[in-house]
């Protein structure tokens, strides 16, 4: 390797390192604290300036949880061969992000809980690994995911393991559980996410009507709980975000007053938590709606059999695998109810699908439909598209769409006012032969029709713009390959070896 070469190389780890730490909001500062180096180390590593030991690699991506710089075994890399025609039917899995609430949930329960159909991925790995830490026996029962929790008479949160807590952002979701059953505790955090910044602060406005302080000390959120308080009011969420609501639910199901929660979010999560509430015997009205009414329990110690529904996150994602290489396939188990706004806006692009008759899920409520996807041409819509709360199009569904604008005619504005960064991420498409102009940190702009070839790109550091990169793959002509997916794995359960079973020729591999 020439001078030039080893300085490019040094730069490109540089610029992965300082992408990763973005995503996970870490400043330089603190992302030197948990690394025992300096801010200016720091600064110098992401420039490219800085020798690297394999040592010093690994700890990094330990403590970014991104196996863009971490040394480990199994496969890290996919390589793809296209271009891809899909065929055959497939199954969507039981939604992510209900089973990581509902692990949660779990530790309202004195009792075991079995969940049903759980998906086997890293994100629900991170969270068995604290409960176990915390004295929960967790195992898994079959084949079929179905997940047995049983919990200790007494919790002790001072073995947490630390290490896991920080690897998944759902930790926050352990304080509405927790400050039941602790006067104090602390929990672990992840990502810089100090007391007052928008993902953070909704958490705490909504629990301080239970009786709890937290304040964040050295990566840690230390809780303190006046018990005995109860709201007084109705709770307002100042934000409708899915884990607040969720918090608030849980910390409201243990309480014996009936506690109103106003400007809920009624997502998919959400709903299959308040479903599962229901089944400990907490009394929760106006599933569905804005406003939730939950009159608790000040002691629950039941059995309890549940089954989590489908994720419309991955319905979409396998919808999109069928536009994007025009393929004939049929996606069953598909939660109609939050994949609506998505279809519909796609009905106005032109596609053509069929979809059966409704029945239900096994959580008896969620209703499912099979979609049986058709050949389109499709156009671009007439207005931008923009997520907004449930029922409106799913913000984690909107990335879709910038690989299916791209293939569609004409131009296409997406408008994802949600997050920060995550819209630059989509312009990575560029390098498959997509038209994708960033017009700033949330729109883009994407014109079609766009005949996708073959590209080496290295993973983002974002789950769905990640997967996004995967399904162009597919339709692309030639060999691409994407390095380090663990970002995918952590959001969906084998992903690659279910679309190589509809067809596609995905293969996973990793460096020596």
Same mark, same amino acid.
């Given at each position: 390797?020439?001078?030039?070469?080893?300085?490019?190389?040094?730069?490109?780890?540089?610029?992965?390192?300082? $992408?990763?730490?973005?995503?996970?909001?870490?400043?330089?500062?603190?992302?030197?604290?948990?690394?025992?180096?300096?801010?200016?180390?720091? %600064?110098?590593?992401?420039?490219?300036?800085?020798?690297?030991?394999?040592?010093?690699?690994?700890?990094? +991506?330990?403590?970014?949880?991104?196996?863009?710089?971490?040394?480990?075994?199994?496969?890290?890399?996919?390589?793809?061969?296209?271009?891809?025609?899909?065929?055959?039917?497939?199954? !969507?899995?039981?939604?992510?992000?209900?089973?990581?609430?509902?692990?949660?949930?779990?530790?309202?329960?004195?009792?075991?809980? !079995?969940?049903?159909?759980?998906?086997?991925?890293?994100?629900?790995?991170?969270?068995?690994?604290?409960?176990?830490?915390?004295?929960?026996?967790?195992?898994?029962?079959?084949?079929?995911?179905?997940?047995?929790?049983?919990?200790?008479?007494?919790?002790?949160?001072?073995?947490?393991?630390?290490?896991?807590?920080?690897?998944?952002?759902?930790?926050?979701?352990?304080?509405?559980?927790?400050?039941?059953?602790?006067?104090?505790?602390?929990?672990?955090?992840?990502?810089?996410?100090?007391?007052?910044?928008?993902?953070?602060?909704?958490?705490?406005?909504?629990?301080?009507?239970?009786?709890?302080? !937290?304040?964040?000390?050295?990566?840690?959120?230390?809780?303190?709980?006046?018990?005995?308080?109860?709201?007084?009011?109705?709770?307002?969420?100042?934000?409708?975000?899915?884990? !607040?609501?969720? %918090?608030?639910? =849980?910390?409201?199901?243990? %309480?014996?007053?009936?506690?109103?929660?106003?400007?809920?979010?009624?997502?998919?999560?959400?709903? $299959?938590?308040?479903?599962?509430?229901?089944?400990?015997?907490?009394?929760?009205?106006?599933?569905?709606?804005?406003?939730?009414?939950?009159?608790?329990?000040?002691?629950? $110690?039941? $059995?309890?059999?549940?089954? &989590?529904?489908?994720?419309?996150?991955?319905? =979409?994602?396998?919808?999109?695998?069928?536009?994007?290489?025009?393929?004939?396939?049929?996606?069953?188990?598909?939660?109609?109810?939050?994949?609506?706004?998505?279809?519909?806006?796609?009905?106005? =692009? +032109?596609?053509?699908?069929?979809?059966?008759?409704?029945?239900?899920?096994?959580?008896?409520?969620?209703?499912?439909?099979?979609?049986?996807?058709?050949?389109?041409?499709?156009?671009?819509?007439?207005?931008?598209?923009?997520?907004?709360?449930?029922?409106?199009?799913?913000?984690?569904?909107?990335?879709?769409?910038?690989?299916?604008?791209?293939?569609?005619?004409?131009?296409?504005?997406?408008?994802?006012?949600?997050?920060?960064?995550?819209?630059?991420?989509?312009?990575?498409?560029?390098?498959?032969?997509?038209?994708?102009?960033? =017009?700033?940190?949330?729109?883009?702009?994407?014109?079609?029709?766009?005949? /996708?070839?073959?590209?080496?790109?290295?993973?983002?550091?974002?789950?769905?713009?990640?997967?996004?990169?995967?399904?162009?793959?597919?339709?692309?002509?030639?060999?691409?390959?994407?390095?380090?997916?663990?970002?995918?794995?952590?959001?969906?359960?084998?992903?690659?070896?279910?679309?190589?079973?509809? +067809?596609?020729?995905?293969? &996973? /591999?990793?460096?020596?």
């Amino acid at each position: 390797m020439t001078g030039d070469d080893q300085a490019d190389y040094k730069a490109r780890i540089g610029r992965l390192i300082r $992408d990763a730490r973005n995503h996970r909001g870490l400043t330089q500062t603190q992302l030197a604290e948990v690394l025992g180096t300096s801010q200016s180390a720091v %600064n110098r590593i992401e420039k490219g300036h800085q020798n690297l030991s394999l040592e010093t690699l690994a700890r990094i +991506g330990t403590a970014l949880d991104s196996e863009i710089v971490a040394i480990g075994s199994g496969p890290t890399h996919l390589r793809v061969t296209g271009p891809t025609t899909l065929s055959g039917s497939i199954d !969507v899995k039981t939604s992510k992000n209900a089973g990581v609430a509902l692990l949660c949930a779990s530790l309202l329960n004195r009792g075991r809980t !079995v969940l049903r159909k759980v998906a086997r991925i890293e994100e629900v790995n991170r969270l068995l690994e604290v409960l176990q830490s915390l004295g929960v026996r967790t195992r898994w029962l079959n084949a079929d995911n179905d997940l047995e929790i049983i919990p200790p008479e007494h919790l002790d949160l001072s073995n947490i393991d630390a290490a896991a807590a920080r690897r998944t952002r759902s930790i926050i979701m352990f304080l509405g559980p927790l400050l039941h059953r602790l006067e104090t505790f602390d929990l672990p955090y992840a990502g810089g996410c100090n007391l007052g910044e928008r993902t953070v602060e909704p958490h705490m406005s909504a629990l301080r009507h239970f009786g709890l302080e !937290v304040k964040a000390t050295e990566g840690h959120y230390h809780a303190q709980v006046a018990h005995g308080t109860e709201p007084v009011k109705p709770i307002v969420l100042t934000e409708r975000g899915d884990t !607040v609501t969720e %918090n608030a639910l =849980m910390a409201a199901a243990l %309480n014996e007053g009936t506690t109103i929660i106003r400007n809920a979010s009624s997502n998919y999560m959400v709903q $299959d938590l308040c479903f599962y509430l229901r089944k400990l015997g907490v009394d929760v009205q106006g599933i569905g709606t804005t406003t939730l009414t939950v009159t608790g329990r000040a002691h629950i $110690d039941v $059995d309890v059999d549940y089954a &989590p529904s489908e994720d419309p996150i991955e319905a =979409m994602s396998l919808l999109a695998a069928a536009i994007v290489t025009g393929s004939e396939i049929t996606i069953r188990r598909v939660p109609i109810e939050f994949m609506e706004v998505e279809l519909a806006t796609l009905e106005g =692009m +032109g596609l053509r699908y069929e979809r059966s008759a409704e029945y239900v899920a096994l959580n008896g409520e969620t209703r499912l439909v099979d979609i049986t996807t058709y050949r389109s041409e499709l156009h671009a819509p007439l207005d931008k598209i923009h997520p907004m709360p449930f029922p409106g199009l799913n913000i984690d569904n909107l990335p879709f769409f910038a690989v299916i604008a791209a293939v569609a005619n004409g131009q296409t504005m997406l408008h994802d006012w949600v997050y920060e960064n995550r819209a630059i991420y989509l312009t990575e498409l560029t390098k498959l032969g997509g038209n994708v102009k960033l =017009m700033d940190p949330h729109r883009v702009l994407v014109e079609g029709p766009t005949h /996708f070839s073959g590209a080496e790109i290295v993973c983002p550091p974002a789950l769905r713009p990640a997967v996004v990169i995967l399904l162009a793959m597919l339709a692309s002509k030639g060999t691409s390959v994407l390095r380090s997916t663990y970002v995918i794995h952590r959001g969906y359960e084998d992903l690659a070896e279910r679309l190589n079973q509809l +067809g596609a020729n995905i293969v &996973p /591999f990793r460096d020596i």
